[in-house]
């Protein structure tokens, strides 16, 4: 059993399969130290590997290239799950994977990682300058960031603008992986949006705050706007019995 989240339902792909178990043992070497940011909550190796051949390591030609992470609520730990995935993912594949923070009311990718949230996507929407220029590459192998950058105008019409669609067809074009942190799905239309220009959505709801009403809304929300919703992420889960007793089973 998980012990901070579990893949609680996938949607049926057409075509494709559930993901099977990997031939070889998968590597998640923590590059980073998770810096202490209001939604952390650190997640296994195990938990890690899980989500992302969940997610990402489907057999055949469906597997997810940009998918984005959204919360039902806010808290409930999506930043820190999408990061560690995207760092689990370029452990464990010779592609490039690009990290973006697209929360842009709310950023913390940039905490998460240790690193300065400079020029980034918010600047990168407001301008004509390609992509790759507000792009930075991470230490380690194989893993880039676009922070959410400083602009601070109105945010609405930038995440719903075509503008937006465009700039995640030019990062289709240089990395193999793209994972979206999104604001909450019940606070803000942004995910929805998002999700439409990806190629699916996980739903982080927490274990300890997340009523069932406001994950069935955001479930709802997001399938009702044509995205496709590639499962939910339980976290924060506690348990009954001592920790040590739990790293043995």
């Not at 942004?190 to 439409?196: E, M, S």
């Given at each position: 059993m998980s012990k901070y989240y579990e893949v609680l339902q996938r949607t049926a792909?057409?075509?494709g399969g559930r993901a099977g178990v990997l031939p070889a043992p998968l590597r998640v070497p923590r590059t980073y130290e998770m810096r202490p940011v209001p939604d952390a909550h650190v997640l296994s190796h195990e938990e890690l590997v899980k989500l992302i051949q969940t997610v990402f390591l489907l057999p055949g030609d469906n597997s997810p290239r940009v998918v984005v992470f959204t919360g039902a609520e806010s808290?409930?730990?999506?930043?820190?799950?999408c990061a560690g995935a995207a760092e689990a993912l370029s452990a464990n594949v010779d592609e490039p994977v690009c990290l973006v923070d697209s929360n842009l009311r709310y950023p913390?990718?940039?905490l998460c990682l240790g690193v300065e949230n400079s020029k980034g996507l918010g600047e990168a929407l407001a301008s004509t300058e390609p992509i790759q220029d507000y792009v930075r590459k991470l230490p380690g192998e194989g893993m880039w960031l676009l922070s959410a950058g400083h602009v601070s105008s109105p945010l609405a019409w930038t995440i719903n603008s075509s503008r937006m669609g465009a700039r995640i067809s030019e990062l289709r074009q240089s990395y193999r992986f793209i994972?979206?942190?999104s604001p909450s799905v019940n606070v803000y239309s942004?995910?929805?949006?998002?999700?439409?220009s990806a190629d699916g959505v996980v739903l982080v709801v927490s274990a300890n705050s997340t009523r069932k009403e406001a994950g069935r809304r955001a479930k709802e929300s997001l399938e009702m706007a044509g995205a496709r919703l590639l499962g939910a992420v339980l976290n924060n889960r506690t348990y009954p019995i001592p920790q040590p007793i739990?790293?043995?089973l």
């Open positions: 792909v057409k075509g808290a409930a730990g999506c930043s820190s799950i913390s990718l940039h994972l979206m942190d942004d995910a929805i949006c998002l999700g439409q739990y790293d043995h």
